[in-house]
């Protein structure tokens, strides 16, 4: 069993970062990906950034280009998602979801654990 849990949302205003967390544990992750998805009120789960545990190769959805990092920490056992310049529109509750397979997917049909989610709110 995974247990994944997020910290690190507020409140910001348009331009300002944040830093998301996912702390990671009950399973080895050597082979895992783990990735950030987003929700927003009516919408549907957006993909926003996934890394391989293994490796630290990263996939970035359309919202993080140039904005959002993904990394990781193996010693911690957690993922992070640096959020920078951020926009109204990044207002959602943000999830990390972990993928056995290891797969850099921005479907989130390919993640088998998640995470209860952080609400990001971000004020114009």
């Known amino acids: 069993q995974v247990q994944l849990v997020e910290s690190g949302g507020g409140l910001v205003q348009a331009g300002g970062s944040l830093r998301l967390a996912c702390a990671a544990s009950?399973?080895?992750?050597?082979?895992?990906?783990l990735g950030w998805f987003r929700q927003a009120p009516g919408k549907e789960r957006e993909f926003v950034a996934a890394?391989?545990?293994?490796?630290?190769?990263?996939y970035n959805g359309d919202s993080a280009k140039g904005r959002f990092t993904i990394s990781r920490d193996n010693t911690k056992n957690t993922v992070a998602l640096q959020m920078n310049n951020l926009k109204p529109e990044d207002t959602a509750v943000y999830y990390c979801?972990?993928?056995?397979?290891?797969?850099?997917?921005?479907?989130?049909?390919?993640?088998?654990?998640w995470g209860q989610g952080t609400q990001v709110t971000v004020s114009s």
């Open positions: 979801a972990a993928a056995l397979s290891g797969y850099l997917s921005d479907s989130w049909k390919s993640y088998d654990y």
């Open positions: 009950g399973h080895p992750f050597s082979s895992h990906a």
């Open positions: 890394i391989r545990w293994s490796s630290g190769r990263t």
